[in-house]
């Protein structure tokens, strides 16, 4: 894997199936910078002009980059502020809940090119006192990372799956998972069951991985929510299993497991970017691939299942032989 000077890893597939630059978008939840203020300072790192959307939501647009977009994430104040933009008491409700929920940078997806591009702004939030995934043991905070798949079939699909599936131990560990958010619903693993299935199979059928998908994930509430590439490739297949109207399609992979530690200097989004490369790295090794699947099948084979500790041990060590961390 090549570093970029920045930091950030590049994957081994650049581009996309049209020979574009592979886009990548970000998500950041934190806490103790207002709309505003948050607003301020994506200015101060990005350029761009900002807009009052509601009493809840902003924008800034950056020209060459797209719509940046801050809010409260809270969907019963969102609808509010939408329908009654102006009232002084949805102002006040914004302003109040602005202390029990988060608030959310959403950035547009830039190429791999430009991830550069979002260091100042994390710089710039944590000078105005943005706190994350440690500041309360109710919201937690994460970061989600928007990968754009690189092509669009089922075995690409099928080698991220299982690439993500036998790391997801692993992963928690490398990301240092806040224990709020593990206990969480929004980020739950595969289940173990689904993982055997998936190197059982030895490739798959894209009606095979829909099926297999949503007969175990039936949820948004996933590590690495699959439900928007499969929505992009069919979305009544989908809706069909999930009436769930938050399902957005779109052809990118909804990697949901990182901290948000925006108020530690040491912190990095590239240090999270790396990890999901991890993933990226191993999906394009077949051989590996193989070879990490049959050992853990071994390793869950037993009458009690996968010892996870166990593991993660193994997968670490097999990590650094390889080069892959």
Same mark, same amino acid.
């Given at each position: 894997?090549? !570093? ?29 910078? $207002? ?20 009493? +809840? ?15 409260? $994430?809270? $969907? ?39 991830? !550069? ?20 043991? @109710? ?9 754009? @798949? ?8 099928? +080698? /991220? ?7 997801? &131990? ?7 998972? =806040? ?8 980020? !739950? ?14 490739? +798959? ?11 175990? =994930?039936?949820?948004? =509430?996933? *590590? ?19 009436? $769930? ?6 052809? *990118? ?13 040491? &912190? ?5 970017? =790396?990890? &999901? ?6 999906? /394009? ?41």
């Amino acid at each position: 894997m090549a !570093d970029s000077d920045s930091g950030f890893v590049m994957p081994p597939i650049r581009e996309n199936e049209s020979g574009a630059c592979r886009r990548v978008g970000f998500e950041l939840e934190f806490s103790g910078v $207002d709309l505003d203020s948050t607003a301020k300072a994506l200015q101060a790192a990005m350029g761009g002009e900002v807009a009052e959307l509601s009493a +809840a939501q902003r924008a800034v647009e950056v020209e060459g980059a797209g719509e940046f977009r801050i809010e409260l $994430d809270w $969907d019963f104040l969102l609808r509010t502020a939408g329908k009654s933009q102006g009232e002084d008491w949805v102002e006040l409700l914004s302003k109040t809940a602005a202390v029990l929920v988060p608030t959310e940078v959403v950035c547009p997806p830039l190429p791999l090119s430009r991830l !550069d591009e979002l260091i100042p702004l994390m710089t710039e939030l944590r000078d105005a006192g943005a706190i994350g995934t440690e500041e309360t043991l @109710l919201a937690a905070y994460g970061v989600h990372i928007n990968t754009e @798949l690189p092509r669009q079939n089922a075995t690409t699909i099928d +080698a /991220y799956l299982r690439a993500f599936s036998l790391l997801q &131990w692993w992963l928690v560990e490398a990301h240092k998972v =806040n224990p709020a958010r593990r206990v969480s619903p929004y980020i !739950d693993l595969y289940p173990e069951l689904y993982v055997r299935q998936l190197i059982l199979r030895e490739g +798959a059928s894209m009606d095979a991985l829909f099926s297999d998908y949503l007969q175990h =994930n039936a949820t948004r =509430n996933r *590590a690495l929510d699959m439900l928007p590439i499969l929505a992009e490739i069919d979305r009544e297949r989908v809706l069909r299993a999930i009436d $769930d109207p938050k399902i957005k399609p779109r052809p *990118a992979f909804h990697y949901r497991l990182p901290n948000c530690q925006i108020e530690k200097p040491e &912190w990095s989004l590239s240090g999270e970017w =790396n990890l &999901w490369c991890v993933v990226e790295e191993l999906a /394009y090794r077949p051989d590996e691939l193989d070879d990490l699947g049959r050992r853990f099948m071994d390793a869950s084979s037993g009458l009690l299942g996968l010892n996870r500790a166990e593991w993660q041990k193994t997968v670490d060590i097999w990590l650094k032989d390889r080069g892959l961390v």
